[in-house]
């Protein structure tokens, strides 16, 4: 019976003895490819420049890690491959303005990684969102590049750079002042702000739809496939219903009353759910494990709170858009409602206290 | 579970894709030749362990007592076969550590002589106490795993007025077949034990419940019980750990068990199948608890199945007999969620081991842990309620009072969270542990306060002696004065200057 | 006497503290004394000189802070007018005018002929953003200049905006509400002017 | 320019009043944190840590005099906990590794002369005089007052034993 | 007094005990006013010069305080100092307050002042404070100016724009830009990156410290002491 001798039974171990074989990278893997559709309609909307942008960013981003990684000796390659770096670098580059030029996507690739993420110690130690502590740091940084929007003009179109051409385009000058453009929110927040209503703005009809072709980064045209690629990740049971709904209807509730209360001055529902990074917010942003609570009521008073900063720094803030701002703010509320909204543990009440014994009978 | 919990994904546990419980659950059942040695360990069961009656040296028969409980929470042990103790000292526990309790070996005659057993016709005309004390006399304990000893829960149960039994055919872990076996080979046995027991603790109704992918069992329960109506059937969904007594008391009867207390506070006693029908045989046969079916299972196993085996059989016989194709990489005894890994196979048995595995490295492999992302997939399977992210990552910090105010205490350590931990963290080894050293905290804290008191004790004794002693030489010196001063009294010339 | 002792009494905490509260605060007011008028002084050289930064060199001869007036404009603020005189003459008026910015208020200093055209315009407080909108500062760019000889009958008022709205002043990439809030400004002080003009230059006589 | 002089002279006067007086009644008698730190010892004062007893070694944690390692009764656990409470960085390396400690008398060597009864501060030892002395294992806290005092040698100082109901999983690895 | 405790004062509130860089206090006028080099330069001489000064004034009258009421005294001291101060540059300096004048009233609000009369100036003498107070005060100017010329090259592309409003024509030299047509990343001149640039320093300090200490045992003979 040598089959038995000791030697042969090298690991006495915890239990338990068998497990799913999951690992990180899969989870990542998947986030990534329900994010594959909307990027890949925003290559078709917006062309090469922004698949140019989006290859810079992953890169930066994966340098940034490698870099962290390497200067505290921990292992690089096993780190890279789990896929967060990746993931935040695409978050982060469809969340930029599709033509930016490279140093934007090199800048903000580097700070997602580096300050976002190992400053902290690595995935799973950040507090904030590091594909938002990024783009929100190049927006306060670059004013203007960050809102230099461009109409989508499709990959093939006529008047669509070709592939030379994209180069140029990034990562030589700036965009020629004809192809420029101004996203709904922005179009609002400056009309608004000279007076004009927004009846007036937009009497020929809100430039929203659900395909969305109108100007914006890649993340927040395409929202029917984001909202596509979401429902997918709830289906592979990667993200649950909770931060996504209750932060869409956290936006779309105050939006619906302003509108009926003042349609000059608040723009309505659909607009706000459909614009801006909304979608891109609720589905992929706000649903970050990582700096998102853990239990099921704590994500819906976070996605609640996203969802309401959203539209109250949307309609009073100076930015017109607010999904980045608000997701950072309630990042760092997420201890605070983790500590405070705990799951009912079996045989307790909310409070932690057991609960009392009924009698079968 | 109301709509709010629903709503919250209130599906707990997890559902393993692949249970490995077939083929060996089909295979029919096979009786374990006798082997050369048994170790029959002294302590099988929560509580004192029993003392041994017997000395090395004595022959034994098939069912004599070699060890008697001991106290009220205990259960006696009777020898499997016919032999002879040749030793009674320590052997390896079947345990991780590898550290020794005591056992009591019997090397085997062969021959299988049994002690006349006593049966009762008709247990059901018996007093309870009576019921009760037969059951103790067995050496019955729980046999789902907690080895609790039956007799003192049927009285606990008694004096409590429990209306309803629970019996437990939840058997949830992966590879175990062997409490679906008793269903379907036994389920004559387990249903008229369970009537003994609901007669011995006075119950109502039992419900029984069974995991909806044990048709076989299921189906041979209900033409078990079907004469008696206050026995139902219940099949629940199959999901891990269904056979958790708290989650079949939820799934049953619809209320939770209040946090540190025993189900018997909401009139629910639980019970698992085997042990009915060991009650059965206790009570219709008189033959004591030394014998039961084991599973044996694993990759490594070339005839995996269900075995009726003596207790105290040692692992490497067990595995003996079903044969290995290769060599184990873990030998587990229990299921692969909750089971103990074995320090080697030279372990004996106890009477609530339901399964042994023997595991491939291919089976175990896990990938090495990675930092946690907070993924929230343990809070999800937790079927407690946990938040087990939170939890590990005070243990890490080793703040284990921060552990324990997440109530650490109410773990089952039933190991879902680690189940399905994308990162693989070693997340009920940390709770183990933490449990622990909280434990050795609140141990030493009672060896404080007690030599404390001692040593105050000891503080006040002192003081007393010597203030009885200042006293006393206080007092003789007084008298000693007294007398001087009489005697010098009528000559005090005579006093030295 | 030991110190150490009456140290700890509450008396001599309490008259420790009044001790330093009456030495420091005689401190104060001999300080202020001494230096009340000086202070003054130098306010009034400092607001002199940005006074001059809007008048151009010999449009006015006079102390422009000893001619001040003080007037109520449409929205009952008062507004504190100084009056440049050649020669005895009105040769233009200096005020404070504010509009609100991106981040609070603009405060500017315009300087109006008596035609009603600009002499110049200085911004003097504002909590714009650094780097972006700071560009309205003469010390950060020449952009403040642009105002420069331009009057309301010199162009429809609706070229008194950013380009961006229409109208003939840049504005600079990134920040619209910036420079657009001192187009108005300027715009709504020269609308002021024009409404006083009369009382001003009257009262100047 | 008097007034706002005396105002000030007047608050400063009040006010410190005031502070003098709060001092007063607030003060703080004697240190409660060394009390709560004396009472989480053994409380045996058995002078192993070489200061006069509990509440010296308190204060003297109190005071900074001692790390939180003074007590080699309490072992690593007490120490953690003084640890803790005190807010100190912990260095276990002087503890590392020693484990409880109960002392074992050896039969063969012991004269039964009962001195060591006599030195143990928790009345853990047991036997009279002429009579082999055996150790309560419940009570002895293994300070080694008894060692010292052993005539023959026959006392010394052994490890607790690990059985099965004290052992525990090792802290794992994280990643 | 020692020329050994002199060069340990020194030594302390340059580096061991840099008042921003160690003891982290005093991180109101560290955030609010490091947005260029020449502004944290400023903040700082005026930081030093109240400090001497209060060290000094606190140390002779330390024995007269009792310590039921030594912070009142303390701030009353500090901040009728710093009014003089202010009063006197506004009257008679005034180029200078207009370049000042914003921090010195933030120097009332410095508890780096107050720390260092609770814990140096209150139990050392006069002289020994007046060294503490300049050794401390030096070495917040040191950090205030290192803090702003980081921000300002990464938020401007300058250095020390502006130095000669602060300290003559004659200083004018000191201006330099460095990246001609850089646009900025304006986020380091708001307050994110005065945050960002304190943490990356403090990191920087701590990486210098070990750097020391590794070649000190490298080099010295007390081979036992370096593992920790």
Not at chain 1, 273 to 287: E, K, N, P, Q, Y
Not at chain 2, 130 to 159: C, H, M, N, Y
Not at chain 2, 283 to 291: P, T
Request: aromatic content about 6%; overall charge neutral; some cysteine.
């Amino acid at each position: 019976m040598n089959m038995l001798a000791s030697s042969a039974l090298p690991s006495v171990a915890a239990s338990p003895h068998a497990g799913q074989l999951g690992s990180v990278s899969h989870v990542m893997l998947k986030v990534m490819l329900a994010l594959a559709p909307a990027t890949a309609c925003g290559f078709w909307y917006f062309g090469w420049p922004a698949f140019n942008l989006w290859l810079v960013t992953v890169l930066a981003a994966l340098a940034g890690e490698a870099l962290c990684l390497r200067l505290m000796a921990k292992p690089v390659v096993p780190t890279l491959l789990d896929g967060s770096a990746l993931l935040t670098g695409w978050l982060l580059a469809v969340s930029l303005p599709p033509w930016a030029p490279w140093w934007l996507g090199v800048i903000g690739g580097l700070f997602a990684t580096v300050i976002g993420k190992q400053v902290f110690g690595g995935i799973g130690c950040n507090l904030f969102n590091p594909a938002m502590v990024a783009r929100v740091a190049l927006l306060v940084s670059f004013p203007v590049v960050m809102t230099g929007w461009v109409a989508p003009i499709g990959l093939t179109g006529a008047q669509a750079p070709g592939w030379l051409e994209s180069l140029q385009l990034t990562f030589g000058g700036s965009v020629p002042d004809a192809y420029t453009s101004a996203s709904l929110l922005g179009q609002a927040k400056t009309e608004l702000s000279r007076g004009v209503s927004l009846l007036q703005t937009f009497a020929n009809g809100l430039p929203v739809s659900w395909s969305g072709m109108r100007p914006g980064s890649l993340g927040e045209t395409a929202v029917l496939l984001i909202a596509a690629g979401g429902i997918a990740m709830m289906l592979m049971g990667l993200i649950t219903w909770h931060i996504p709904v209750s932060m869409l209807l956290a936006i779309a509730i105050p939006a619906a009353i302003g509108h009926a209360v003042n349609p000059a001055r608040y723009l309505d529902a659909g607009a706000h759910v459909l614009s801006g990074g909304a979608m891109l917010g609720a589905f992929f942003i706000a649903t970050d494990y990582v700096t998102s609570p853990s239990s099921r009521g704590g994500q819906l008073v976070f996605g609640a709170g996203c969802g309401l900063l959203t539209w109250v720094i949307r309609t009073y803030g100076g930015y017109p858009e607010g999904v980045a701002f608000a997701v950072l703010l309630m990042n760092a509320l997420t201890p605070v409602i983790d500590r405070a909204i705990k799951p009912r543990v079996y045989g307790r009440n909310w409070r932690g206290q057991p609960i009392a014994p009924r009698k079968e009978n | 579970m109301g709509i709010l919990e629903r709503l919250n994904g209130g599906r707990w546990g997890v559902h393993p894709h692949d249970d490995h419980k077939r083929p060996a659950a089909d295979t029919p059942l096979r009786v374990m030749p006798l082997p050369a040695k048994l170790c029959v360990p002294l302590l099988q069961h929560v509580g004192a362990p029993a003392k041994p009656v017997v000395a090395v040296g004595d022959s034994v028969l098939r069912g004599q007592l070699i060890a008697a409980a001991q106290g009220a929470v205990s259960a006696p042990v009777h020898a499997p076969s016919s032999g002879v103790v040749t030793a009674i000292g320590p052997v390896t526990a079947p345990h991780p550590s590898g550290l020794p309790f005591d056992a009591i070996t019997i090397t085997l005659d062969g021959e299988d002589r049994a002690l006349e057993a006593a049966g009762v016709d008709d247990p059901l005309a018996l007093e309870p106490a009576e019921v009760t004390r037969r059951i103790a006399d067995a050496g019955i304990v729980g046999l789902g795993g907690a080895t609790f000893p039956s007799a003192p829960k049927a009285q606990l149960g008694r004096k409590l007025e429990v209306q309803t039994l629970v019996i437990n055919g939840g058997e949830c872990e992966p590879y175990l077949s062997s409490d679906d076996s008793v269903m379907r080979h036994r389920a004559d046995d387990v249903i008229d034990g369970v009537r003994i027991l609901m007669h011995a603790v006075g119950a109502r109704t039992a419900l029984v419940g069974i995991e909806d992918n044990k048709p076989e069992a299921i189906a041979a329960m209900r033409e078990a019980a079907r004469a008696f109506a206050a026995i139902r059937i219940c099949p629940v969904p199959a999901r891990y750990p269904m056979g958790s007594d708290r989650q079949l008391v939820e799934v049953l009867t619809g209320k939770q068990v209040p946090a540190g207390a025993r189900t018997a506070s909401i009139g629910v006693l639980v019970n698992n199948v085997s042990t009915c029908a060991a009650i059965h045989r206790a009570l219709r046969h008189g033959e004591a608890l030394y014998r039961r079916i084991v599973t044996v299972n694993g990759g490594a196993v070339a005839a995996p199945g269900n075995v009726l085996a003596p207790v105290g059989v040692l692992v490497e016989d067990l595995l003996a007999f079903v044969g290995l194709k290769e060599a184990p990489a873990r030998l587990v005894m229990g299921g692969p969620m909750m089971g103990l890994a074995l320090p080697h196979a030279q372990v004996p048995t106890v009477k609530a081991c339901g399964g042994v595995l023997a595991l491939t490295a291919a089976e175990i492999a896990r990938p090495a842990p990675s930092a946690c992302i907070r993924c929230g997939s343990c809070v999800k399977a937790c079927p407690m309620g946990l938040q087990p992210l939170e939890i590990a990552a005070r243990v890490r910090a080793g703040d284990y009072d921060g552990a324990a105010s997440l109530q650490l205490d109410d773990c089952l350590a039933c190991g879902c969270c680690a189940y399905v931990c994308p990162s693989n963290l070693p997340l009920v080894q940390s709770f183990q542990h933490a449990k622990g050293t909280l434990w050795a905290r609140a141990q030493q804290k009672k060896r404080n306060a007690l030599t404390r008191e001692l040593a105050d004790a000891r503080r006040e004794r002192l003081e007393r002696d010597a203030r009885e002693r200042a006293e006393a030489a206080a007092k003789r010196k007084a008298a000693r004065a007294a007398q001087q001063a009489s005697a010098a009294a009528p000559g005090g010339q005579e006093m030295p200057s | 006497m030991d110190l150490a002792l009456w140290r700890e009494r509450i008396v001599y905490q309490g008259g420790l503290l009044a001790l330093s509260t009456f030495l420091t605060s005689a401190a104060l007011v001999l300080a202020n004394r001494a230096t009340v008028s000086a202070i003054e002084q130098a306010a009034q050289d400092d607001l002199k000189q940005s006074l001059t930064q809007v008048l151009p060199e010999g449009m006015a001869d006079n102390d422009l802070l000893a001619d001040a007036l003080e007037v109520a404009d449409t929205g009952g603020r008062k507004v504190n007018v100084y009056r440049g005189r050649k020669a005895g003459q009105f040769s233009a008026a200096v005020f404070e005018y504010r509009a609100r910015g991106y981040a609070g208020d603009i405060v500017i200093l315009l300087g109006v002929d008596p035609a009603g055209a600009v002499t110049g315009v200085r911004v003097l407080r504002h909590s714009e953003t650094p780097g972006l909108g700071d560009k309205i500062e003469a010390a950060k760019s020449d952009w403040i200049h642009a105002f420069e000889q331009k009057s309301l009958a010199g162009m429809p008022l609706a070229s008194w905006a950013v380009k961006k709205d229409g109208g003939v002043f840049d504005q600079f990439a990134g920040a619209t509400i910036t420079p657009r809030a001192v187009v108005k400004a300027v715009r709504e002080g020269l609308q002021f002017y024009a409404a006083h003009q009369a009382e001003i230059s009257e009262a100047a006589r | 320019m008097l007034v706002p002089v005396v105002i000030l002279t007047l608050l400063g006067l009040m006010l410190g009043l005031m502070l003098g007086y709060a001092a007063r009644v607030f003060a703080v008698e004697g240190n409660e944190v060394a009390a709560e730190i004396a009472a989480m010892m053994p409380g045996t004062n058995c002078g192993q840590c070489g200061l006069a007893g509990c509440g010296a070694a308190a204060d003297a944690l109190v005071a900074g005099a001692a790390p939180a390692t003074v007590c080699p009764g309490g072992g690593a656990p007490l120490a953690q906990a003084i640890a803790a409470k005190l807010g100190l960085t912990l260095d276990l390396g002087g503890l590392a590794d020693q484990g409880p400690k109960i002392a074992e008398v050896q039969e063969d060597i012991c004269i039964g002369c009962a001195r060591c009864l006599k030195g143990c501060p928790t009345d853990a030892i047991v036997g009279a005089s002429k009579q082999i002395h055996g150790v309560l294992h419940q009570a002895c806290t293994g300070c080694g007052a008894c060692v010292t005092e052993c005539p023959t040698g026959a006392i010394g100082l052994r490890p607790l034993p690990q059985t099965l109901q004290d052992w525990n999983w090792a802290s794992p690895s994280f990643a | 007094m020692s020329t050994d405790s002199m060069g340990r004062l020194w030594r302390d509130g340059l580096w061991d005990q840099n008042v921003v860089f160690v003891q982290l206090l005093a991180m109101c006028p560290t955030m609010a006013v490091t947005t260029s080099g020449t502004n944290g330069l400023g903040m700082g001489l005026a930081t030093t010069a109240v400090l001497v000064v209060s060290n000094m004034l606190i140390a002779s009258i330390r024995d007269f305080v009792s310590s039921q009421v030594r912070i009142p005294v303390f701030i009353v001291v500090i901040a009728t100092l710093v009014t003089l101060v202010d009063m006197s540059l506004n009257a008679w300096l005034h180029g200078l307050h207009k370049v000042l004048g914003l921090f010195i009233a933030l120097i009332v609000v410095n508890c780096a002042i107050l720390g260092r009369a609770e814990a140096f100036a209150s139990k050392n003498g006069v002289l020994a404070s007046a060294v503490d107070g300049l050794a401390m005060g030096l070495g917040f100017t040191f950090a205030l100016t290192l803090m702003g010329l980081v921000r300002e090259l990464l938020g401007a592309g300058t250095l020390f724009s502006q130095a000669s409003l602060l300290l003559g024509p004659a200083f004018s030299f000191m201006e330099v830009t460095v990246l001609p047509g850089y646009t900025g990343v304006l986020m380091m001149i708001l307050p994110p990156g005065g945050f960002l640039v304190l943490g990356f320093l403090l990191a920087g300090r701590r990486l210098i410290e070990q750097r020391i200490s590794r070649r000190a045992c490298a080099g010295g003979p007390a081979q036992s002491a370096c593992s920790a």
